[in-house]
């Protein structure tokens, strides 16, 4: 399993420090472009680290419940863009409440954590790993400990780099509505004024911040599920 996490995150770190010499070196006054993206990081990682938690959080258990609950929460938070939702949410709320963005960033990460999780426990079920255990006398919570809800929450896991690249892309148009100092307005300020320098620069992070991500639910998908390991 180390192994495996190691050849994940280096694989990932590659590609990241690629990408930020890209932008440091591959455009004039790229290294102070992204020295300037690098200090809104904090923010962003705070509004995307924030959703993806709340929604995750909220999200994973009414699909893993797999009730009529969950299913609702499913195909209404799918089906709302975070951009969306955090645009509603400035025009009815206003933008003084920084935590608000992060809030309307969830909702789209609740609403695919519960279908994603959702669809996992039937996954599991129709492999029918449960009902053998529950078949050699194990303990009924036992064995949705044991069985069901690793492999149902595998999936989950594997989805985390997708859940991020659209969290942040929705994040970068949250920053600018809310006036949040991020990256990602900072990447919104510098595609309007044409700065090629800033654009590359803010993109870079973004793109690495996903990468990362993306590894850390692979990695998380291999310690759930041992299969994942050999893809």
């Known amino acids: 399993m180390l192994s495996f996490a190691l050849r994940r995150f280096a694989a990932a770190l590659t590609a990241v420090l690629l990408l930020v010499a890209a932008a440091a070196f ?5 290294t102070a472009a992204l020295g300037r993206a690098a200090a809104g990081l904090p923010v962003t990682l705070a509004l995307v ?3 993806l938690a709340l929604g995750l959080t ?23 863009p975070g951009f ?25 990460v609740l609403g695919e954590a519960a279908r ?38 595998a999936p989950l896991a594997g989805a985390l780099g997708s ?12 920053e600018a509505l809310f006036g949040l100092p991020g990256t990602g307005s900072m990447l919104v300020q510098a595609a309007r004024a044409g700065d090629a320098a800033g654009t ?32």
């Open 116 to 153: 994603i999780g959702r669809a996992g426990v039937a996954a599991v079920d129709r492999q029918g790993f449960t009902l053998a255990a529950r078949g050699r006398g194990v303990p009924v919570r036992e064995a949705f400990l044991r069985h069901t809800l690793p492999a149902a929450l």
């Open 58 to 80: 909220l999200g994973a258990p009414l699909g893993l419940a797999a009730g009529w609950l969950g299913e609702g929460a499913a195909t209404v938070g799918a089906a709302v």
């Open 163 to 174: 859940l991020a690249a659209a969290t942040v892309a929705s994040g970068a148009a949250a």
């Open 26 to 30: 591959g455009v004039p006054e790229g």
């Open 84 to 108: 969306l939702a955090a645009a509603l949410v400035a025009v009815a709320l206003g933008t003084r409440v920084p935590a608000l963005a992060a809030l309307a960033l969830a909702v789209p």
């Open 200 to 231: 590359a620069a803010a993109a870079a992070l973004l793109a690495g911040l996903v990468l990362l991500l993306r590894a850390l639910g692979a990695v998380l998908r291999g310690g759930l599920d041992p299969r994942a390991r050999l893809e």
């Open 49 to 51: 680290g924030g959703a």
